[in-house]
Nanobody, 121 residues
Framework: QVQLVESGGGLVQPGGSLRLSCATS????????MGWYRRAPGKQRELVAT???????NYADSVKGRFTISRDNAMNTVYLQMNSLKPEDTAVYSC???????????????WGRGTQVTVSS
């Protein structure tokens, strides 16, 4: 069984920084694209950033220049460095990964439960 667990969320003042981590575990054969999404109160879930197995990245316009996604393929972990945080970045941040599982021998999207990020003074 595949699991994704996020960590690193919390309360930060505007202009501050946070680093989110997402560790994967379980019967994983290959991890392809990994990414972060967020859902703010009363809004739909939106893409924050993705990173391919080879390191190609994609960002939402709202976070370009402030957020950096990275991954450690040896540790099956994806990170999101968030700088210059704004109140509108407040949301539950969830990680996702496209994984070929050993037990099912199928590719599927897997999700973590999310971590709360609150930007407030």
């Amino acid at each position: 069984q595949v699991q994704l667990v996020e960590s690193g969320g919390g309360l930060v003042q505007p202009g501050g920084s946070l680093r989110l981590s997402c560790a994967t575990s379980g019967s994983i054969r290959i991890i392809n694209t990994m990414g972060w999404y967020r859902r703010a109160p009363g809004k739909q879930r939106e893409l924050v950033a993705t990173i391919s197995q080879g390191g190609f990245t994609n960002y939402a316009d709202s976070v370009k220049g402030r957020f950096t996604i990275s991954r450690d393929n040896a540790m099956n972990t994806v990170y999101l460095q968030m700088n210059s945080l704004k109140p509108e970045d407040t949301a539950v941040y969830s990680c996702t990964a496209y994984i070929l599982a050993v037990d099912t021998q199928k590719w599927d999207d897997y999700w973590g439960r999310g971590t709360q990020v609150t930007v407030s003074s």
